[in-house]
């Protein structure tokens, strides 16, 4: 750090953090006591697009353009399990996300990227283990120390029961897969967030900001069980945990939620099972609410994206992915993702907000709002308990997110909820132009490339290391060594991905 005084643009002089420090426990001010005087929060745009050339060429662009991390977006068919030509992926490859195979697929993406040199998210979880198994493979094959490995899996399958949809196999073994992950990670790749508790899809179906968090914990605390009856050691895995939030449109709502949230993690995890300070740090992402943003007067989007970033970075995120104003309409363009980088790098240098330890700390109306977000919190997590936790709650929290959305709803569609450009300020407008490429010609070039790994590769080998997952599969040894083996021998995430439902079964809901 440098020793020059920080000062406001009129010279006067800022301090380090006003009132009680940052760093403590219980945090509520900030997870490191100088917060982004030491380190401005990781700018990691999301970006996922239906080939592996195109995603990385786009991950080139951000990162020549200063972006500090990538993130990845993956197809519904990689999301689900299914390989590009199964007859389940077809008309999905590639459209909401990039398409992932095989460690082919994986080296094109990441072509000219060193794996060691550069953090990386993937919004994965039913197929995390095998997305993580071709990253490790990858960075194996570049030569890369296992330990020097960085980024996250978001691998939180109990919110896409809840919330999302993209889940697979019965609840019980898709927790056993999750342990396995934090297990090997914390042996093998020590680097590397093993689990990003996810409260943002649950915000993005319809939930309140204290649902969100209540949510977002039970699960977490289920995740935390689940490993330490899996024999792990609290103190190995819990500090890489990490959460993902989302930031919506009441700017001081949500800066409240973030300080409360750090609060309460904290403390749960002190009083459920003894954790030390490091193991109580809520460290978290955000990404602004592509939910809030409106396909009617798209440029609007853009305030909504600044100040739901200004909330994120004054409730102290720890990382941040800022929405393209596009985003309602389509995936973003090249320069909406520009666009939504700078706003961070704006804020980052011009605003002033990394100046000082959480520079709302101390309001009255903050701290009042910090305490009821914990306090109502507190409330839905104490009926979680009652039920057993949240492997035993999905249906109450299901019908508590479908209630907030529907109430939302309506106070939108009855005007007591203002959206300019929706229901007030709106305008006569033309349906928007959004080019689209060629989805039918995309699926079609990354099944021969599918098709053409599978004609090159040892099916003899390829055969065995099925086996061998299906045989771990079935037993309490862990899938990940097997995973990573079977990549590298040209098996497929959907071969593996069968694999395991054969052995597992999957949920139907």
Not at 176 to 204: A, Q
Request: hydrophobic content about 40%.
């Amino acid at each position: 750090m440098s020793d020059t005084p920080i000062q406001t643009d009129s010279g006067i002089e800022v301090d380090p953090v006003y009132g009680p420090p940052a760093g403590t426990y219980p945090f509520t001010r900030g997870v490191y006591e100088t917060m982004y005087r030491g380190r401005v929060w990781t700018m990691r745009q999301y970006a996922g697009f239906g080939t592996a050339e195109e995603t990385n060429e786009r991950f080139r662009y951000l990162l020549d353009r200063g972006q500090t991390g990538l993130s990845v977006a993956f197809d519904l068919p990689t999301q689900m399990g299914y390989d590009s030509d199964a007859s389940m992926a077809m008309g999905e490859v590639g459209r909401v996300g990039v398409a992932i195979d095989s460690l082919d697929d994986m080296r094109r993406l990441f072509d000219g990227i060193r794996l060691d040199r550069v953090s990386t998210s993937m919004t994965i979880n039913s197929t995390a283990g095998i997305l993580l198994a071709l990253y490790v493979a990858l960075g194996d094959e570049q030569g890369a120390d296992r330990s020097a490995l960085s980024g996250t899996v978001q691998n939180d399958v109990l919110k896409e029961y809840i919330a999302r949809g993209t889940y697979i196999y019965p609840v019980d073994q898709s927790l056993r897969l999750i342990s396995d992950i934090m297990g090997f990670c914390s042996r093998d790749v020590p680097k590397w967030n093993t689990v990003s508790i996810s409260g943002y899809h649950i915000r993005e179906a319809g939930s309140t900001a204290p649902q969100e968090i209540a949510f977002t914990f039970a699960n977490g605390l289920e995740y935390v069980r689940r490993a330490l009856d899996a024999g792990l050691d609290l103190e190995a895995f819990a500090p890489r945990l990490s959460f993902f939030f989302a930031a919506h449109n009441d700017l001081l709502e949500e800066v409240a939620k973030f300080r409360a949230a750090r609060r309460l993690w904290a403390t749960l995890m002190r009083e459920r099972f003894g954790a030390s300070d490091r193991s109580c740090m809520l460290r978290f992402h955000t990404q602004t609410g592509g939910s809030t943003l409106t396909a009617q007067q798209p440029l609007n989007n853009v305030v909504r994206v600044t100040i739901q970033a200004l909330a994120a970075t004054l409730g102290g995120t720890q990382s941040l992915h800022t929405n393209g104003y596009d985003e309602a309409l389509a995936l973003p363009t090249e320069e909406s993702a520009k666009l939504a980088l700078r706003t961070q790098q704006v804020m980052s240098s011009e605003s002033g907000v990394t100046k000082t330890v959480d520079p709302l700390g101390g309001s009255h109306y903050v701290e009042a709002l910090t305490d009821e977000v914990e306090r109502l919190a507190m409330e839905y997590l104490a009926k979680i308990d009652d039920m057993g936790g949240a492997s035993q709650a999905i249906e109450f929290m299901q019908e508590e997110i479908h209630q907030a959305a529907y109430r939302f709803q309506m106070d939108i569609e009855s005007g007591e909820r203002s959206v300019v450009g929706v229901n007030v300020h709106s305008e006569d407008e033309g349906p928007p132009r959004i080019g689209q490429p060629d989805y039918s010609a995309l699926e079609r070039a990354q099944v021969a490339r599918l098709r053409a790994v599978r004609s090159s590769r040892d099916e003899t080998a390829a055969a065995t290391a099925l086996d061998s997952i299906r045989l771990v599969a079935s037993s309490s040894d862990n899938l990940m060594p097997g995973l990573i083996d079977a990549v590298k021998l040209g098996v497929t995430l959907g071969e593996i991905s069968d694999a395991l439902r054969e052995e597992w079964g999957t949920w139907d809901g």
